[in-house]
């Protein structure tokens, strides 16, 4: 199974910075199947980005995914105090499906 | 609009059996595959396995075959996680979420989740 490791585990910044999550899996994910989500507390997980690149509908286009092989990016231009959350990376390129552990991304 | 509303939350003891539904509404229901995902408290996600609801083929997961089972009817557009024997180690939340049938899709969108708790 492909493992994906994302890191930091925990980001602290304040609104308006950029954040840069990282992604990387054990091996290549076929064809950029690599999506990510977003997950407040007590809410379900919600698509951000899929293909790698292609932002979910209603997605701002502050949240932008790239990379492809084994690392993938996904970034968020200028942080509001709604993105305050946990994201998690999953391919879906080679069962199982898998998901990273998640980064916390918190108020600094 | 899309959605998939899943049944309440559960409290079973260990040996319990348990089933646990994702309906949805808002789009053709055997067009789509539904997956399962467990989130054990305050860790990461896990996908269980999916179905297709058109010919209820499945796959599931290495880590839960055996453990569960995934069921659906396409006649009431609605989606099943079941247990025969439940272990305190189940309790999760448990999310069930839409994809693209028959190619590799993303998932999107998702239950609101049922949280099952297992205990004596």
């Known amino acids: 199974e492909i493992v994906l490791t994302q890191s930091p585990g925990t980001l602290s910044l304040s609104p308006g910075e950029r954040a840069t999550l990282s992604c990387r899996a054990s091996q290549s994910v076929s064809s950029s199947f690599l999506a990510w989500y977003q997950q407040k507390p007590g809410q379900a997980p919600r698509l951000l980005i899929y293909g790698a690149s292609s932002r979910g509908t209603g997605i701002p286009d502050r949240f932008s995914g790239s990379g492809s092989g084994t690392d993938f990016t996904l970034t968020i231009s200028r942080l509001e105090p709604e993105d305050f959350a946990v994201y998690y990376c999953?391919?879906?390129?080679?069962?199982?499906?898998?998901f990273g552990q998640g980064t916390r991304l918190a108020i600094k | 609009e899309v959605q998939l509303v899943q049944s309440g939350a559960e409290v079973k003891k260990p040996g319990e059996s348990l089933r646990i539904s994702c309906r949805v509404s808002g789009y053709i229901f055997t067009n789509y595959w539904i997956s399962w995902v467990r989130q054990m408290p305050g860790k990461g996600l896990e996908w269980m396995g999916r179905?297709?609801?058109?010919?209820?083929?499945?796959n599931y997961s290495p880590s839960f075959q055996g453990h569960v089972t995934i069921s659906a009817d396409k006649s009431i557009g609605t989606a099943y996680l079941q247990w025969s024997s439940l272990k305190a180690s189940d309790t999760a939340m448990y999310y069930c979420?839409?994809?693209?049938?028959?190619?590799?899709?993303?998932?999107?969108?998702w239950g609101q989740g049922t949280l099952v708790t297992v205990s004596s």
């Open positions: 999953q391919q879906y390129g080679t069962s199982p499906i898998t």
């Open positions: 979420a839409r994809h693209e049938a028959g190619v590799k899709s993303w998932f999107d969108p």
């Open positions: 179905i297709d609801p058109s010919d209820s083929y499945i």
